[in-house]
């Protein structure tokens, strides 16, 4: 991958509060255009790596390129970045007009540009009747668009969004989402963006980075990271249900120290085998159902089923494995096939 190729290149970050250490070792590279998201738990350290990618948090070690250029010790508002945060951040007393050109009328831009720039952002997301109301007048989805629309009309080199979605209900960040998407196909920008949701993560990502305890833990495509994930962490966070995990031996995997198996790849049979036991909860979805069994000697297991599939709790069913679609893990918890 040639440098011009390249938006925002991390070689070797470090980064510690005191003795805690909130990220190690952290090498990435980012192409232009990518919609790369940045996913795992609380505390994983992604929130952090976003700030520092910002220059409102300061490496302990390593460096921060960005198109080329090394930024460490470059002020945030002279990286050609732009960020939308969880919280909306609009000024209540300006129109939706005034906070989408606030940022273009500070660094003294022409009128002109900045109505043509506030006039695109608003068709492309849909603000065009609502740029006289001010942020009280706004649902919580429009307000996430007009933080959106004033990130939008700096053109940065580096779209930055740090759980855009999480103040929004179910149905408004499905909604908000495909705009997201949208927004990311029509403008080809580089885009980064930090969540703990891996639905989220598989939806809108060409490339996903897991984190865990302030460390990379795997680096792929989402279907990548779903069909061969790097090790058990990475297994279970991504997929819902998670990947059911227990130990090779109690499936006639004796030489496999972990074996997992998700719940789509598991189906209800005759046959007899290990995993069958009890009905402890049924979870009905629709198209699809969640039943949950207690297997002797292994505990409790998911197997996603077809929505058709009648179970109750208390029902005694068997379940078998898709055999191509095990996956085997080794003493230090590393997928090997």
């Given amino acids: 991958m040639t440098a011009s190729e390249l938006a925002l290149q991390i070689k070797g970050l470090h980064k510690s509060f005191g003795d805690f250490h909130a990220l190690d070792d952290i090498n990435l590279d980012i192409r232009s255009g990518e ?17 520092i990618i910002a220059g409102l948090e300061h490496a302990c070690a390593g460096d921060i390129t ?12 002279r990286r050609d970045i732009a960020m939308v945060f969880q919280s909306y951040a609009l000024y209540p007393h ?3 007009r005034g906070n989408l050109s606030l940022g273009l009328k500070q660094a003294r831009k022409p009128a002109s540009f900045i109505e043509a720039q506030v006039g695109k952002a608003a068709k492309m997301l849909a603000l065009d009747e609502l740029l006289h109301r001010r ?19 700096r053109e940065p080199h580096l779209f930055l969004l740090d759980e855009p979605l999480s103040n929004l209900d179910a149905a408004l960040r499905v909604n908000t989402r495909l705009e997201i998407a949208r927004l990311h196909r029509d403008t080809g920008k580089t885009m980064i963006y930090v969540t703990h949701d891996q639905i989220e993560a598989m939806t809108l990502a060409d490339k996903i980075v897991v984190m865990n305890k302030g ?3 795997q680096i792929g495509s989402p279907m990548e990271l779903y069909r061969h994930p790097a090790n058990t962490f990475v297994a279970r966070f991504i997929g819902s249900p998670q ?24 189906a209800i049979t005759t046959n007899d085998g290990p995993l069958q036991g009890a009905v402890s909860h049924v979870e009905h979805l629709g198209a699809d159902t969640n039943v949950y069994i207690e297997v002797a000697d292994i505990g409790l297991i998911v197997a996603r089923v077809s929505g058709d599939v009648e179970a109750r709790a208390g029902d ?13 893990f080794d003493e230090q918890a590393r997928r090997f096939s």
């Fill in 94 to 96: 300006l129109d939706v």
């Fill in 135 to 153: 942020p009280s007048e706004l649902s919580g989805g429009q307000r996430q668009r007009v933080a959106i629309g004033r990130a939008l009309v």
């Fill in 215 to 217: 460390r990379i833990e």
């Fill in 316 to 328: 005694f069913l068997r379940l078998e494995m898709r055999p191509d679609r095990v996956h085997r």
């Fill in 35 to 51: 919609f790369v998201v940045f996913v795992g738990p609380s505390g994983c350290g992604k929130s952090t790596l976003l700030r």
């Fill in 243 to 266: 990947m059911n995990l227990f130990p090779g031996s109690k499936v006639g995997m004796r030489d496999v120290r972990l074996v997992g198996i998700r719940p789509e790849h598991l």
């Fill in 66 to 77: 960005i198109a080329g250029r090394r930024v460490n010790d470059v002020e945030p508002s």
